[in-house]
């Protein structure tokens, strides 16, 4: 059986043939994979959001679809629909583009709440229901999501709901003046991800999943993952801290973090490691903080140096 390490650096190795100078962000897209979640990549245009969700794809042969959401956009367009059939004198199913192992939601905040909340039964329950017939999704079921943090007008802010089922917020930013004149190198006569071929099948997806699941977290450190949670909404700085779904997000992601470590159980720093990514966008910043320019990534830095540590005095 291969081990969930080795498939990760394997997969790794991969992505960043495409994806120049970004292996923070590609072990966290594994993360997610790994760990059964969905990630929210937030950043500026033109830094590779779309193209390392592709080389994903590519890399363990699964299928993807990509939907470019945009405001006139209904759910149906996302979900599918159900279409009568002269010939047969029934309803057909005609499967939406959710309907794949691995989908891309481009620019998803600048469709509408209704549409974006087509989403939800699909990244929460792994189905989607229409016309009360329910449709199981396929198995890996990954959503990433792209949205663009500058650029306000013509958006719509993404609920908390929908913000809360994201396991993981992460970003690509600029790459090195280094990493930039390799990729222009690179793509000089063809872009890679023409040539990126599948280094790994979904079947070996799947079990690595079920490994990072059976991974050990000791009573101690849940507590841990608990105390750093219940600081969030204690915190006097923030309006509506991380939720329970907050909590096994951390959970699940420390998982994996101790699986591509090569390790079979959860150690403190795998948790500190993943704190920020998996709560900063799941908390509500007060009014009072916000006008201050208070970022949410910062409280979550705090409390994690704030919380005592299982066998320590403090979160250092």
Same mark, same amino acid.
């Given at each position: 059986?291969?081990?969930?390490?080795?498939?990760?650096?394997?997969?790794?190795?991969?992505?960043?043939?495409?994806?120049?100078?970004?292996?923070?962000?590609?072990?966290?897209?594994?993360?997610?994979?790994?760990?059964?979640?969905?990630?929210?990549?937030?950043?500026?245009?033109?830094?590779?959001?779309?193209?390392?969700?592709?080389?994903?794809?590519?890399?363990?042969?699964?299928?993807?679809?990509?939907?470019?959401?945009?405001?006139?956009?209904?759910?149906?367009?996302?979900?599918?629909?159900?279409?009568?059939?002269?010939?047969?004198?029934?309803?057909?199913?005609?499967?939406?583009?959710?309907?794949?192992?691995?989908?891309?939601?481009?620019?998803?905040?600048?469709?509408?709440?209704?549409?974006?909340? !087509?989403?939800?039964?699909?990244?929460?329950?792994?189905?989607?229901?229409?016309?009360?017939?329910?449709?199981?999704?396929? !198995?890996?079921?990954?959503?990433?999501?792209?949205?663009?943090?500058?650029?306000?007008?013509?958006?719509?802010?993404?609920?908390?709901?929908?913000?809360?089922?994201?396991?993981?917020?992460?970003?690509?930013?600029?790459?090195?003046?280094?990493?930039?004149?390799?990729?222009?190198?690179?793509?000089?006569?063809?872009?890679?991800?023409?040539?990126?071929?599948?280094?790994?099948?979904?079947?070996?997806?799947?079990?690595?999943?079920?490994?990072?699941?059976?991974?050990?977290?000791?009573?101690?450190?849940?507590?841990?993952?608990?105390?750093?949670?219940?600081?969030?909404?204690?915190?006097?700085?923030?309006?509506?801290?991380?939720?329970?779904?907050?909590?096994?997000?951390?959970?699940?992601?420390?998982?994996?973090?101790?699986?591509? !470590?090569?390790?079979?159980?959860?150690?403190?720093?795998?948790?500190?490691?993943?704190?920020?990514?998996?709560?900063?966008?799941?908390?509500?910043?007060?009014?009072?903080?916000?006008?201050?320019?208070?970022?949410?990534?910062?409280?979550?830095?705090?409390?994690?140096?704030?919380?005592?540590?299982?066998?320590?005095?403090?979160?250092?």
């Amino acid at each position: 059986m291969v081990s969930v390490f080795e498939l990760g650096r394997r997969l790794a190795d991969n992505i960043e043939r495409v994806i120049v100078g970004k292996p923070e962000a590609v072990r966290l897209t594994l993360l997610g994979l790994l760990a059964q979640g969905h990630l929210l990549i937030e950043d500026v245009p033109g830094t590779g959001k779309t193209v390392l969700a592709k080389s994903l794809a590519r890399s363990i042969g699964a299928s993807f679809h990509r939907i470019q959401f945009t405001p006139d956009m209904l759910p149906s367009d996302v979900t599918g629909v159900s279409v009568f059939n002269q010939q047969t004198r029934a309803f057909e199913f005609r499967p939406g583009p959710v309907m794949a192992q691995i989908v891309l939601v481009d620019e998803i905040n600048r469709a509408t709440p209704k549409t974006q909340a !087509s989403l939800l039964e699909a990244m929460e329950e792994r189905q989607v229901t229409v016309d009360g017939v329910t449709y199981p999704l396929p !198995s890996p079921f990954l959503v990433l999501a792209t949205q663009n943090p500058i650029e306000y007008e013509g958006t719509f802010p993404l609920p908390e709901a929908q913000l809360d089922r994201f396991l993981l917020r992460i970003s690509l930013g600029y790459p090195l003046p280094t990493d930039e004149i390799r990729m222009l190198e690179g793509q000089q006569v063809r872009h890679p991800l023409e040539d990126l071929q599948a280094v790994a099948t979904v079947d070996e997806v799947l079990v690595a999943q079920q490994q990072v699941r059976r991974v050990r977290v000791v009573d101690e450190l849940k507590r841990y993952i608990l105390d750093l949670v219940s600081a969030t909404r204690r915190h006097l700085e923030v309006y509506l801290g991380a939720s329970p779904r907050g909590s096994l997000a951390l959970f699940r992601a420390a998982q994996a973090v101790a699986a591509l !470590s090569d390790r079979d159980y959860v150690v403190p720093d795998d948790i500190k490691a993943i704190a920020v990514p998996a709560l900063a966008h799941r908390m509500i910043i007060g009014s009072a903080a916000r006008i201050r320019d208070v970022d949410a990534r910062t409280i979550v830095q705090e409390v994690v140096g704030a919380t005592a540590v299982p066998g320590g005095t403090g979160g250092r």
